[in-house]
C-alpha cells in the first residue's frame, strides 16, 4: 500500500517533467502555431468585419432601389430588372453582389421580372439560381419560386414539372394561405394533363386539410369538372 502512494508521485511527477520537457524543445513551435490561429482568427473578423459586412449592406441598399421600382403601382418590369441612369435594376445586384443573401433575393426578383415580361427562358434560369433561405418568413419566399416555377412550366406545357414545382411549394410553408393556393395549382395542373384521379386526390386534400381556405369552398365545385 505504501508502495502504491509512493509511486503515484512519483508517476505523477515523471508526467509533469515530460510536459515541461515538451514545451521546453517545442515551446518556439507552439507560439508560432498560436500565433498563426491568432492571426488566421483576426483575419477572418477582419474579413468580415471590413468586407463581407460592407457588401451585405451595399447589397441590400441596392436591392430596396430596385424593389421600389418593383413594387409601384404601376411597375415597370424591365426597368425593375435592368435599372438605367436613376438607379440599379435587379440584375446589377445579382451581377455585383450574387453571393449574398440581398444578391440571392435578387436573383428571385429576377425571375418574377422576366415572367412578368414573357421571358419564360430568363424566368426559369433566374428562379431556379434562388437558395432556399431559412425562417418563417423564409418559407414564404421558398413557396412562391417553387410556385412561380411552377407557373412557368406551365406556361411551357410542362404539367408534371409544374406538379412537382407546386408540391414542393406546399412543403415550404405548409400553411393555411399559400398551402391549398398550390394545391389547387397542382390539381388544375394534374387536371390540364389528363391525370384526373390525380386531381381528384389533390381537390379532396385540399378540403380534407384546409377546410376554412378559399380553395376549399371551390374545391368540389372544381372536382365536379374533372373528367
Do not use: W
Given at each position: 500500500?505504501?508502495?502504491?502512494?509512493?509511486?503515484?508521485?512519483?508517476?505523477?511527477?515523471?508526467?509533469?517533467?515530460?510536459?515541461?520537457?515538451?514545451?521546453?524543445?517545442?515551446?518556439?513551435?507552439?507560439?508560432?502555431?498560436?500565433?498563426?490561429?491568432?492571426?488566421?482568427?483576426?483575419?477572418?473578423?477582419?474579413?468580415?468585419?471590413?468586407?463581407?459586412?460592407?457588401?451585405?449592406?451595399?447589397?441590400?441598399?441596392?436591392?430596396?432601389?430596385?424593389?421600389?421600382?418593383?413594387?409601384?403601382?404601376?411597375?415597370?418590369?424591365?426597368?425593375?430588372?435592368?435599372?438605367?441612369?436613376?438607379?440599379?435594376?435587379?440584375?446589377?445586384?445579382?451581377?455585383?453582389?450574387?453571393?449574398?443573401?440581398?444578391?440571392?433575393?435578387?436573383?428571385?426578383?429576377?425571375?418574377?421580372?422576366?415572367?412578368?415580361?414573357?421571358?419564360?427562358?430568363?424566368?426559369?434560369?433566374?428562379?431556379k439560381?434562388?437558395?432556399?433561405?431559412?425562417?418563417?418568413?423564409?418559407?414564404v419566399?421558398?413557396?412562391?419560386?417553387?410556385?412561380?416555377?411552377?407557373?412557368?412550366?406551365?406556361?411551357?406545357?410542362?404539367?408534371?414539372?409544374?406538379?412537382?414545382?407546386?408540391?414542393?411549394?406546399?412543403?415550404?410553408?405548409?400553411?393555411?394561405?399559400?398551402?391549398?393556393?398550390?394545391?389547387?395549382?397542382?390539381?388544375?395542373?394534374?387536371?390540364?394533363?389528363?391525370n384526373?384521379?390525380?386531381?381528384?386526390?389533390?381537390?379532396?386534400?385540399?378540403?380534407?386539410?384546409?377546410?376554412?381556405?378559399?380553395?376549399?369552398?371551390?374545391?368540389?365545385?372544381?372536382?365536379?369538372?374533372?373528367?
Amino acid at each position: 500500500m505504501a508502495k502504491q502512494n509512493i509511486a503515484e508521485p512519483e508517476a505523477l511527477g515523471q508526467a509533469m517533467n515530460k510536459t515541461e520537457l515538451f514545451f521546453e524543445n517545442n515551446g518556439r513551435k507552439v507560439t508560432y502555431v498560436f500565433l498563426a490561429l491568432l492571426v488566421l482568427g483576426l483575419a477572418i473578423y477582419g474579413y468580415r468585419a471590413l468586407i463581407v459586412q460592407p457588401r451585405a449592406e451595399k447589397a441590400s441598399e441596392l436591392l430596396a432601389e430596385a424593389q421600389a421600382r418593383f413594387n409601384e403601382e404601376t411597375p415597370d418590369f424591365e426597368l425593375a430588372l435592368n435599372g438605367d441612369a436613376n438607379g440599379v435594376g435587379f440584375l446589377d445586384v445579382v451581377d455585383q453582389y450574387g453571393s449574398t443573401a440581398a444578391g440571392n433575393l435578387a436573383k428571385h426578383y429576377a425571375g418574377i421580372c422576366y415572367l412578368r415580361t414573357g421571358d419564360l427562358e430568363n424566368a426559369a434560369a433566374y428562379l431556379k439560381k434562388f437558395k432556399a433561405v431559412k425562417g418563417l418568413a423564409g418559407a414564404v419566399i421558398n413557396a412562391q419560386n417553387y410556385g412561380l416555377q411552377g407557373d412557368v412550366a406551365v406556361e411551357q406545357g410542362d404539367y408534371k414539372a409544374a406538379v412537382n414545382f407546386f408540391k414542393k411549394a406546399v412543403a415550404a410553408a405548409e400553411n393555411n394561405l399559400t398551402a391549398p393556393l398550390y394545391l389547387r395549382k397542382a390539381a388544375m395542373a394534374e387536371q390540364a394533363a389528363g391525370n384526373a384521379e390525380a386531381a381528384r386526390k389533390l381537390y379532396k386534400q385540399i378540403m380534407e386539410q384546409y377546410p376554412a381556405s378559399m380553395e376549399a369552398r371551390d374545391a368540389d365545385k372544381l372536382m365536379g369538372t374533372v373528367r
